[in-house]
C-alpha cells in the first residue's frame, strides 16, 4: 500500500523471442536483423514477423539471392501459424515449433539467442519488439 492507495497487480505471462537474421555471406559472419519469433505458452502465442530489405541485404553481399532468403523467412512464418505449407512441423505444438526454429544452424537465415520477458499481450509484444529491432 502506498499513500492509503492499494496496489493492483495485473498478471503477465513470460514470453520468449529470438531474432531472426540474414548472414549473406556465412564466412564474414555480417548480418541483418529480419525479423522476430515471440512465444508465450500461457497465452497459446507463437507468431513471427519478418520482413526482405534487400538494399540492406545487398550492401554486404551484391550477389545475395534475396527471393531465396524472402522463401525461408515466409516459411518462418508459416511454422509459427503451423497451417498448411507448415510441412510436418504443422504436427507440432506451439513450444516444439519454437524450439525448431531457434535451433542453432549455419545457414543464410538463422536465429539468435533466446530472451525472455513478461507481457500482458504477446501480439502487441510481437509487433513491439519488431518495430524496435528489425524494421
Do not use: K
Not at 6 to 31: C, I, K, N, T, W
Amino acid at each position: 500500500m502506498s499513500g492509503g492507495v492499494p496496489e493492483v497487480s495485473v498478471a503477465r505471462d513470460v514470453f520468449e523471442y529470438a531474432l531472426v537474421r540474414v548472414v549473406p555471406r556465412l564466412e564474414r559472419g555480417e548480418r541483418v536483423n529480419a525479423g522476430v519469433i515471440v512465444y508465450c505458452r500461457a497465452q497459446r502465442f507463437l507468431g513471427a514477423r519478418c520482413v526482405v530489405d534487400a538494399r540492406r541485404l545487398r550492401t554486404l553481399d551484391p550477389g545475395v539471392d534475396v527471393d531465396g532468403v524472402a522463401r525461408a523467412l515466409e516459411g518462418v512464418e508459416l511454422v509459427c501459424r503451423g497451417g498448411a505449407g507448415a510441412g510436418p512441423a504443422r504436427e507440432e505444438d506451439a513450444g516444439r515449433r519454437f524450439r525448431w526454429l531457434t535451433a542453432p544452424r549455419s545457414t543464410i537465415v538463422q536465429p539468435g539467442a533466446i530472451h525472455t520477458g513478461l507481457t500482458r499481450d504477446a501480439a502487441g509484444e510481437l509487433e513491439r519488439l519488431a518495430e524496435r529491432l528489425v524494421l
